[in-house]
């Protein structure tokens, strides 16, 4: 295996593993590997996921409109930089579980935890496997280098610039991810598919936020998890664990735990981008 791949497979190992929080640097991100780390089981088999190259165009040529449109999020982004909304981007960068799963609380209108909702948890946990590495094809083929290479700006998590620098920008995981799993959370509390689905949305925009993805890669991401989204229907224990995800979540709902964060100023600071 190359050492790029190597890199673009750690890319999301780390993330899984929550080395891009705000609590500590990454775990040796500049070694090179001989083979690929293990990510958590996902639903799908290799042969049986979506393919982002067959799925997303080309990313935008230099010096193409498409480009520019990038470039001027870009340069928007950075102006959000030490605020509010960039601590939330900050936040958003950490896949781990239960911190990422937190994001969708207040859309939910309740706190989620493991031990309240463990089969909840289960499922985002095998899913984030399936809706991440179903954007490699395009990340490894076309190795588009993300904004924070080419702009100089700093990004929400410095500590892991030597991983992202090897890990294609284009299409973005994190916001396949978080397209993904608000479908799922959508379907599961369709009473909060509006505000859970704008909150998958900003999700991925956390990344143009960062610094470490473009407009473009976030919203290509979308259309990878939809597919990854339809395909996983297809799977009879995919289905089984929804199902009881969505009863588990049903019952937390009902008793009332309320989210443990400022709904209202979250609320607020998304709405700027």
Not at 25 to 53: C, N, V
Request: glycine share 8%; proline share 8%.
């Amino acid at each position: 295996m190359t050492t790029i791949r190597a890199f673009s497979t750690l890319g999301l190992v780390a993330l899984i593993a929550g080395c891009a929080s705000a609590s500590g640097p990454p775990a040796s991100p500049a070694r090179p590997m001989t083979e690929a780390p293990k990510l958590p089981a996902g639903y799908l088999a290799k042969a049986d996921r979506p393919d982002s190259l067959s799925l997303v165009p080309p990313p935008p040529a230099a010096g193409s409109a498409a480009q520019a449109r990038d470039d001027a999020a870009a340069k928007a982004a950075v102006a959000l930089q030490g605020g509010e909304r960039w601590r939330i981007a900050t936040s958003d960068a950490d896949l781990k579980l239960p911190q990422a799963a937190q994001a969708f609380s207040c859309a939910l209108g309740v706190k989620l935890t493991p031990e309240q909702a463990p089969r909840l948890m289960s499922l985002l946990g095998r899913t984030l496997s399936d809706l991440g590495l179903s954007t490699y094809g395009a990340k490894t083929k076309y190795m588009r280098p993300r904004p924070f290479t080419l702009d100089g700006a700093p990004t929400c998590t410095p500590a892991f610039e030597n991983v992202l620098r090897h890990d294609g920008s284009y299409p973005s995981g994190h916001s396949s991810v978080g397209w993904g799993w608000a479908l799922m959370l959508a379907e599961m509390a369709p009473d909060r598919a509006d505000a859970v689905l704008a909150r998958g949305r900003a999700f991925g925009q956390s990344r143009v936020v960062c610094n470490v993805h473009w407009q473009s890669d976030t919203e290509e991401g979308r259309i990878v998890a939809a597919a990854v989204v339809a395909k996983l229907h297809s799977d009879p224990q995919f289905r089984a664990d929804l199902d009881a995800a969505r009863a588990e979540l049903a019952k937390l709902r009902q008793a009332g735990a309320p989210p443990d964060r400022d709904c209202a100023a979250e609320a607020a600071s998304l709405a700027n981008g």
